[in-house]
């Protein structure tokens, strides 16, 4: 209590140390402004019906999210973890586990539908391919809408997370959740907890920084730069996040490079493998690429 006693005076002030995002009742407009890191504010607009029983959850919530962060404060992550997750299972309706699981539904068969499509597309070529007679050729034609993306069997829809009226904070204390988890190196823990909050809250930075920050200790450069790039997208002025984005660039090209040489170097022994049956090796021909069109012309020579 004394805590939001403070916050409350404090106004707009943001001063959790990096590892919170705190709310504050806007007195004029009933909504909740958001504070994050560096004194940017964003409002989520709420529904403030006076409901004692809502107001009493939320209460509790709060006051375990309160809890969590002295512990993370002190650098006890598990409790902190421990009282954030109170916070999460003090709300009604629709949890976090439950719409990933959604999520994971709803890929899976946006994966049949697309593996559907390309078996359709293949086969129809197939038979395109074949000699017909000209009453077949009838019957081979794809029916109206096969191929069509317009086909309501195939066209794919956005998913959607089904409505959480809580949905704001809940992102907040599953971001929170992940802080503890990333400081136990709990990664891909982590992972399905930035996954939830930005399921519900797709432009909470917070949540894709700390995403970043597991895929890049796990050594997943390119997921990495992913959510940066999409945390800088929503925050085009924090230069911060800014040198994520340049520093992860010039590691995705580096791998990139990396993995380039490594397979020109495993065709390369797969090609002397091959022509060293008839005495040859790759060193035997020469590469010349035409300034002009950018071709390379290939001539045989005796290097030995």
């Not at 009742?25 to 004194?39: F, K």
């Not at 109170?86 to 709803?106: N, Q």
């Not at 074949?130 to 069509?148: F, I, M, R, Y």
């Not at 970043?212 to 085009?236: C, G, N, S, W």
Request: charged share 35%; with cysteine.
């Amino acid at each position: 209590k004394g805590r939001q006693e403070e916050m409350s005076s404090k106004s707009n002030e943001f001063s959790s140390e990096g590892f919170d995002l705190d709310a504050l009742a806007d007195s004029e407009a009933g909504d909740e402004v958001v504070l994050e890191i560096g004194g940017k504010t964003s409002t989520v607009s709420q529904n403030n019906n006076n409901d004692p029983q809502e107001d009493n959850v939320i209460a509790k919530s709060e006051e375990f999210k309160a809890m969590g962060n002295e512990q993370f404060k002190k650098g006890n992550y598990l409790d902190a973890y421990d009282y954030y997750t109170d916070a999460i299972e003090a709300f009604p309706g629709i949890s976090g586990k439950e719409v990933l699981k959604l999520k994971g539904e709803y890929d899976e068969k946006e994966r049949q539908k697309s593996y559907e499509k390309h078996q359709k597309e293949t086969e129809f070529r197939r038979r395109g391919n074949q000699p017909s007679t000209k009453d077949d050729k009838e019957e081979e034609k794809p029916k109206e809408g096969e191929l069509n993306d317009d086909n309501t069997d195939t066209k794919s829809v956005e998913f959607k997370v089904p409505t959480n009226k809580y949905a704001s904070k809940l992102s907040v204390y599953h971001s929170n959740r992940a802080a503890c988890l990333l400081h136990i190196h709990r990664e891909e823990d982590a992972i399905t907890d930035c996954n939830i909050a930005i399921l519900f809250n797709p432009s909470y930075s917070k949540a894709l920084i700390r995403r970043m920050t597991a895929h890049e200790r796990q050594e997943e450069t390119e997921e990495a730069l992913h959510d940066a790039k999409e945390a800088l997208k929503y925050e085009p002025n924090n230069q911060e996040t800014l040198k994520h984005v340049q520093r992860l660039q010039k590691k995705e090209n580096e791998r990139l490079d990396k993995l380039k040489e490594e397979t020109m170097s495993k065709l390369k022994d797969l090609g002397n493998s091959l022509l060293g049956n008839f005495g040859l090796s790759l060193d035997n021909f020469n590469a010349k690429q035409d300034p002009n069109t950018g071709s390379y012309n290939i001539s045989f020579g005796n290097n030995k």
